[in-house]
T-cell receptor
């Protein structure tokens, strides 16, 4: 079945630590890839997206993601997290409808 | 622009009751969709619409109806609420279906007793 997998349910980091959140999908065709963030009590906001071109995509707030087609992956990274990055992060694939991963809750300790 | 708005923010229903969740957008987006968010399952697509008068089913459509009479509005109807429909519901919109950024509303938290 077509699916989007996020490897970590809950990640706990200290401020200034580096972050990498995994995302794999199982769709075989051309896909559009997204990372969304949901801060506590707020609705989803787009962090970054990949449609085509450079597989390294830069988004808002210092986040970036790398699309590796051979691995069906779209991992999210940030070199140095802040307490304000505490949120839930969702990977999503559009092919042709949107499918979301289960989410990864990130807790950043000050 | 108000973006995507949803009403109500909270709702409690008894099993068997019906209700309509409202969604409106003022960005002239053609594509609108409804998701439900459940713990550990992310967001799942319920129904979507690619324009006024056109709707289609998503991943989990059972128990829900939609209609799209105008570009701005996309209500979601629960015909006979069940406890399994307890969830947070999000409406989203974008200019078009394929590959465009979706903008999400603030959500409606629904509890069915």
């Amino acid at each position: 079945a077509q699916s989007v997998s996020q490897h970590n349910h809950h990640v706990i980091l200290s401020e200034a630590a580096s972050l990498e959140l995994g995302c794999n999908y199982s769709y075989g065709g051309t896909v559009n890839l997204f990372w969304y963030v949901q801060y506590p009590g707020q609705h989803l906001q787009l962090l970054l997206k990949y449609f085509s071109g450079d597989p390294l995509v830069k988004g808002i707030k210092g986040f970036e993601a790398e699309f590796i087609k051979s691995k069906f992956s779209f991992n999210l990274r940030k070199p140095s997290v802040q307490w304000s990055d505490t949120a839930e992060y969702f990977c999503a694939v559009r092919w042709p409808d949107m499918r979301f991963g289960a989410g990864t809750r990130l807790t950043v300790k000050p | 622009n108000a973006g995507v708005t949803q009403t109500p923010k909270f709702q409690v229903l008894k099993t068997g009751q019906s209700m309509t969740l409202q969604c409106a957008q003022d960005m002239n987006h053609e594509y609108m969709s409804w998701y439900r968010q459940d713990p550990g399952m992310g967001l799942r697509l319920i129904h979507y619409s690619v324009g006024a008068g056109i709707t289609d089913q998503g991943e989990v459509p059972n128990g829900y109806n939609v209609s799209r009479s105008t570009t701005e509005d996309f209500p979601l109807r629960l015909l006979s609420a069940a406890p399994s429909q307890t969830s947070v519901y999000f409406c989203a919109s974008s200019y078009w279906k394929g590959g465009d950024t979706q903008y999400f509303g603030p959500g409606t938290r629904l509890t069915v007793l």
